[in-house]
Antibody
Framework: EVQLVESGGGLVRPGGSLRLSCAASGFTFSTHWMHWVRQAPGKGLVWVSRINSDGNTVVYADSVRGRFTISRDNAKNTLYLQMNSLRAEDTAVYYC???????????WGLGTMVTVSS | AIQLTQSPSSLSASVGDRVTITCRASQGIGSSLAWYQQKPGKAPNLLIY???NLESGVPSRFSGSGSGTIFTLTVSSLQPEDFATYYCQHFHSFPLTFGGGTKLEIK
């Protein structure tokens, strides 16, 4: 079964850090470009970041560039998102998603909730 | 950044109705557009890629069309399980963006 499972979310104070993980199974993780997408409570989807298959090329949304770092370990079939200098507006469910051969996100995790609050 | 504007933002319809959702891009994006369905508390699910291609396993009552700046998602005959929120997303250039969503509710 194709599956992505996020972990690492939780409650953190403003200015703090969290590292999200996304464990992949049931498909060839190493050949997929991977993304993080977030969704604030009651709001729409917002694209956060993308990493290519070998991890050499990364792209970020302006709102997180310089604070978040996307990475991957293909040997462990795992995607990461290191989040530093967190702000209240980063509060959201964070989804990892896989991009197939077509321009679309065809594999999604269940999401992990990140709450930034004092 | 390319902006995607969806309309309407909400829509009430009945089972069996035909509905169409529109997504307008702030500049031309060719056919680099996807559509997703999201139900409350769940992850999004891909419906359409490259503007008009049906993802495997998605019912044929869903269809997409358009190119350039105007795109549509049509559901030919609404089923109870189709009541959800729908999003468009472009893949033309970075940053990737999503439309604001269209909430489809039961009339």
């Amino acid at each position: 079964e194709v599956q992505l499972v996020e972990s690492g979310g939780g409650l953190v104070r403003p200015g703090g850090s969290l590292r999200l993980s996304c464990a992949a199974s049931g498909f060839t993780f190493s050949t997929h470009w991977m993304h993080w997408v977030r969704q604030a409570p009651g709001k729409g989807l917002v694209w956060v970041s993308r990493i290519n298959s070998d991890g050499n090329t990364v792209v970020y949304a302006d709102s997180v560039r310089g604070r978040f770092t996307i990475s991957r370990d293909n040997a462990k079939n795992t995607l990461y998102l290191q989040m530093n200098s967190l702000r209240a507006e980063d509060t959201a469910v964070y989804y990892c998603a896989g991009e197939g051969t077509n321009d679309a996100l065809n594999i999604w995790g269940l999401g992990t909730m990140v709450t930034v609050s004092s | 950044a390319i902006q995607l504007t969806q309309s309407p933002s909400s829509l009430s319809a009945s089972v069996g109705d035909r509905v169409t959702i529109t997504c307008r891009a702030s500049q031309g994006i060719g056919s680099s557009l996807a559509w997703y369905q999201q139900k409350p508390g769940k992850a999004p699910n891909l419906l359409i890629y490259d503007a008009s291609n049906l993802e495997s396993g998605v019912p044929s009552r869903f269809s997409g069309s358009g190119s350039g700046t105007i795109f549509t998602l049509t559901v030919s005959s609404l089923q109870p399980e189709d009541f959800a929120t729908y999003y468009c997303q472009h893949f033309h250039s970075f940053p990737l963006t999503f439309g604001g969503g269209t909430k489809l509710e039961i009339k």
